[in-house]
């Protein structure tokens, strides 16, 4: 069908008046719309079952989250970290930043968080998997973990909550692999997502854009250096304390968040 609609499209660019070429581009859009969706849902759901299916998994990253000031400034800030899981619930994952140094590493009961720059850790019991883990931190704690939609054991579910618009863009390279490029819109995000093309369908790029604030502020996280099953370096989940770091309540740990602390938060506009 694709191949059709660019012969189409070549033809109607030779032949026919803008107007016409308008009214063809909107027939081809209309007429391949519903397989694009389902193409790009099949894909995202071979992502999420082949995330779910393996045990451990490494990656780097590098992710960007922006924000937007009162004078309508966007203004971007940049980190980079690494991730290590070993399904179902153990996970350590490191964060450097311009502002921040700070890794958590959680064994299946106790989740542990150390600002190395601030040489101060607080520790959190909660027992249970992963996605009980990713839960936890983000509703209660406010301290979501990097890519924590695509970790889950159901990443699809996730992602495609409140999902009201999907379009396949076909194919994207991100970090010389060569990707598919899906679009999503929901509620209140718009997001994209690029998927390793091959055996291993990873995410390469991530990207979030909130529709509820002006200047549509977005957070993205670009993987690299994926690694699973035996190509994963054996890790230590459990903490040690090396530095003799002094223990503190979560809300003491301060510059260990996402914002700088001379950032204050405003309401959305």
Known sequence: MKATARKLLR??????????LCVVL?????SSARADETDARRLLKAMSDYLAATGS??????????VVTDEGQKLGLASSGDVTLQRPDKIHAARHGGFADVSMSFDGKTMTMVGHNLNLYTQIEAPGTLD??????????GRPLP??????SNAYAALMLDVVDVKD????????VECDSLAFRAEEVDWQIWIAHGERPYPCRYVITSRLISNGPQYSIQISNWKTGDEVAVTDFSFKNPTNADKVELEE??????????????EAK
């Open 26 to 30: 909107m027939l081809v859009a209309s």
């Open 169 to 176: 863009l076909g194919s994207g390279v991100v970090g010389g």
């Open 147 to 152: 890519a924590a939609d695509l970790l889950l």
């Open 57 to 66: 998994i490494s990656f780097q990253y590098d992710a960007v989250l922006e």
């Open 132 to 141: 009980q883990l990713v839960d936890v931190m983000r509703n209660q704690y």
């Open 253 to 266: 740990l301060k510059g260990a968040g996402d914002l700088p602390g001379h950032f204050n938060l405003g």
């Open 11 to 20: 033809s109607a660019a030779n032949s026919l008046s803008p107007l016409a």
